[in-house]
Structure formats: structure tokens, C-alpha cells
């Protein structure tokens, strides 16, 4: 089983049903009348399971390196798509004439040749067009025998995937203007696998990447002699991309060299890592001879390394003050374009003078309306007495401000309460610890306690009978409210302390 045919039984889901490999090997093509949606079906599965190859690089070459943008037909085609339990597709050719007459399959000189874009269409209908599509509803296509066209088609799926891939990776990357310029050879190695991470694109693919990109999508300007690629800055607006001028050229140029700089220095560093390391195991295996020489390939390694680190930095140096002119040259145009812009509205405005007989005329409107709003005001405000209306707000605050003093009471008596409330609770826990502790004590002990409790109430009682004594004699001495004076006493016995 060749590897296309084994790509497109492991990935495409149509070709996984006994059923369909049957119906899509056969000779479909008598379908389009009696089961239009068969064929269709039958169609749209081919034309997929060819597009997902192409773009897995898994479809064999006519010559040089395989496309991941291209299909090749022909009887190599074929055969890699045979297969031992159902032979050849019968129907290969209806699939690719289907393609190209809805312009997803394009011969590659007809792709690359065309002035016009591939999504022009023309609204003049020819005869022969009209006649060609009544031959294909009534089922003759004019040939009893599928035949297979021979030729090398660009899919115009893959195309645009890759477009697509390579304009998002760009917009991510894009930091100033000189990051829009590329030479042929750095926009091939940093776009190589925009589609596929580990097929690259060949160079018919770039050519061809280049074409729709240029012509296609506007997205870029493309000089084939100077070999000079400018993409637009903003992808999404719809003007047309600057062309390529000799700057662009120059700075190109500049960073091609800065490329190839930074790979000869990688390569010359690893170099040197090697060599010194060859001379290490010359010089442990007792090879002086072969260490001696190998130090001095290194050290004209290391020599070589050194020089190209210089240019490198240069380069560097010179397009660090390029980018800083490019960005010059933006800040002025974007200043001239802002001072066109003043130069028109103040054009509108008229200058300084008409601004002023503007704003006086709105000034003397404005007072003339407060001067209709005062005399409306005297007239609807006569019989108001002010002191009243000053006195209504002053019983409205003070109302206010008793709401908000009441409002502030509310809240700490019950902040008070609640202290209380903590106070009680603990209080009773206490008094119940207090109580399990009696209970846990012996009978004995309880009496004796309850004894001494009782003593002690006895001595409290005799101390406080003089004091009430006391207490009533003095209360004997209040005068009436007649002014007369109660009896008085002779004598106050004092409390001896006896009577305790």
C-alpha cells in the first residue's frame, strides 16, 4: 500500500466504510442524473482526500520535491491511489474536471500567468458555456471512458490555508516598518512552515504563495527582480500595498546579510566546541601530532568566529539606526497629516475673529435669556413670604436631625443590651458550674456549708436591726407641710458593739 492511499484510509473519515470505498471506486459518474446527491457526495470526499494529501506532502512528485500547494495527475496519481480489493477509481477524472471547473483546482501557468484575480468572475455567459451545462444535466459528458487529466494543479484551498497561516504570523511579529521587508531568501526561511511543522514549502509553493498574496489579497508588494517582498502594514485596510523602492531593496538586503551572519556565527561556534573537544581526546589517547593540528584549525575557527561576531554587531548597529530614521519618518507624517487636518477645521471655523463674533452673539443670546427668566420669576414669585419658606427649612432639618440623633440612641441601647444580655448568660453558666461542683461534693460537706451559710445570715440580720433603727428615729425629725415640727427623740442610742 503506497503512502498516499494509506494517509487517506487513516484520515479521511469516508474512506473508513466498506460501503463507501465501493461506490467511491466505482464509476460514479452516471450518479449526477439518477442520485445527484450521491454524486455529489462522492465528489466532495475525492476532492477532500486529495486536498488533506497535498497539504501532508504525502502525494508523490512528477519531478523535484514534492508541493504542499500543488497536485499532480496523471497515471503516477493513479497508481498510488490503487488498491489491491478495489483497484483504480474508475471516476478520478470526473473529480479533477469537477475542481477545475469550480476554480478550486488551477493549472500552475495559468495561476501564475494571470493578470486578474482568481475570485474575478465574469457575468458574460458564453453559448458554448450554455450548451455545456445543459449536455452535463442530461447526464453526457461526451466521452464514454473517464479520462484523467494530465497536468500540475494548484489547490486553491491550500493556498489560501497557507495565506492565511503566513498573514497571522506576520501581524503577530510586526514591530516597525522594517520588519514588513523581507528578501526572497528570509521570507522562505521564516514562512517555510507556515503550513505544515515539519514539511516545508517548496519554492514552486513560495512562487505561488507570492502570486496570490501580491495579486490575490493585496497583502503585499512583490518585486520579482530585486527579489524584495513588502507586506502592507495594516493587512486589514483595503488600500493597495506601496510598491518596492530601492530602500526597501537596500533594507532587504541588510537583512539577508544579518541572517546569514547569525548562521555562520552558530555554525563556526559549534565548530569551535568540537574542535576542542577532538583535541582533548587527541591529547588523552597520546595523538600530540593530531591534538596540535586540531588546535590550530580551532584557533582559526575561533579567528573566524570573531571577525564574523564584528560584522554582525555592525549590522546590527546599522539597521537599530535605520529603524530608528524609519520611525522618524512616521512621526513626521503623522505630524503633517495631523497639521493638514488643523489646517481644515480651522478653515471651518474661520479663524480667530469669526470664533469671537461667535462667542459674543452667544453671550448676548445667554443674557437675554436670563433676562426673560428674571421677570417670569417676579411674576410667578409674588406673594411668597420668605421668612416662612426660611422657617419651614429650619423645622425640616431640625425634624431631620432628631430622626438621626434617635436613630444613633436606638442603636446603643441596644449595643448596651446586648453587653447585658452577654453579662446574664455568663453569669448563669457560672452559677451552673457552680452548682454541678455542689452536687459533685459529699452529703457531710454540704451541711457543714449550709450551717455556716446560716451563722452567717444570723450575724448579718443583727447587724442590720440598729441601722433600721436608727433609720426610723432620724426619718421622726422631717417637718409637715404645715411647718410643724414632729417630736424629736431625747436621745440617739448609739450602736454599741455589743449589739453585734
Known sequence: MTELLQFILDHEAAFQ??????????????????NPDGYSANISAW???????????????????????????????????????????????????????????????????????????SWVITPRQVVAWMLRQVGFTGTSQDRLVVGHFVSVANVEAAADAILRKQESTTTSTTSTIYSLSTFTSTFAHAL?????????????????????????????????????????????????????????????????????????????TDLGAEARDAVAKGNTTGARTTLRRKRLAETTLAQRGDALARVEEVLAEVERAAGQVEVVKALQAGTGVLKGLQAEVGGVEEAERVVEGWREEVGKVEEVSGVLAEVGGEGVDEGEVEGELEALEREEREKVEAEETKKR??????????????????????????????????????????????DEVKEETPVRQIAEQVGELDVDANGKEATQPQSVPAVSAESS
Open 17 to 34: 466504510s466498506t460501503g463507501r470505498l465501493a461506490s467511491l471506486y466505482s464509476d460514479f459518474r452516471l450518479q449526477a442524473v439518477i
Open 47 to 121: 476532492r477532500k482526500a486529495l486536498t488533506d494529501a497535498a497539504r501532508a506532502g504525502v502525494i508523490p512528485a512528477q519531478a523535484g520535491s514534492r508541493g504542499l500547494l500543488t497536485i499532480p495527475t496523471g497515471e503516477e496519481l493513479i497508481r498510488a491511489l490503487e488498491s489491491k480489493q478495489w483497484g483504480r477509481p474508475l471516476a478520478l477524472g470526473s473529480v479533477i474536471q469537477d475542481a477545475v471547473q469550480k476554480k478550486e483546482l488551477i493549472l500552475i501557468k495559468d495561476f501564475l500567468s494571470s493578470t486578474t484575480s482568481i475570485y474575478h468572475k
Open 196 to 272: 505544515h511543522p515539519s514539511t516545508p514549502l517548496s519554492p514552486t509553493d513560495i512562487s505561488i504563495l507570492l502570486t496570490h498574496l501580491s495579486r490575490d489579497r493585496a497583502a503585499l508588494a512583490y518585486d520579482p527582480a530585486s527579489q524584495t517582498i513588502k507586506f502592507k502594514p495594516d493587512p486589514t485596510l483595503d488600500n493597495p500595498p506601496e510598491p518596492v523602492t530601492a530602500n526597501d531593496t537596500a533594507l532587504a538586503a541588510l537583512t539577508t546579510l544579518l541572517a546569514s551572519l547569525q548562521t555562520q556565527t552558530q555554525h563556526l561556534a559549534t565548530r569551535t
Open 413 to 458: 441601647l441596644e449595643a448596651l443590651e446586648e453587653v447585658e444580655r452577654k453579662r446574664r448568660e455568663e453569669e448563669e453558666a457560672r452559677m451552673q458550674r457552680e452548682s454541678k461542683e455542689e452536687l459533685a461534693t459529699g452529703t457531710g460537706e454540704r451541711q457543714n456549708k449550709g450551717v455556716v451559710e446560716e451563722d452567717r445570715q444570723k
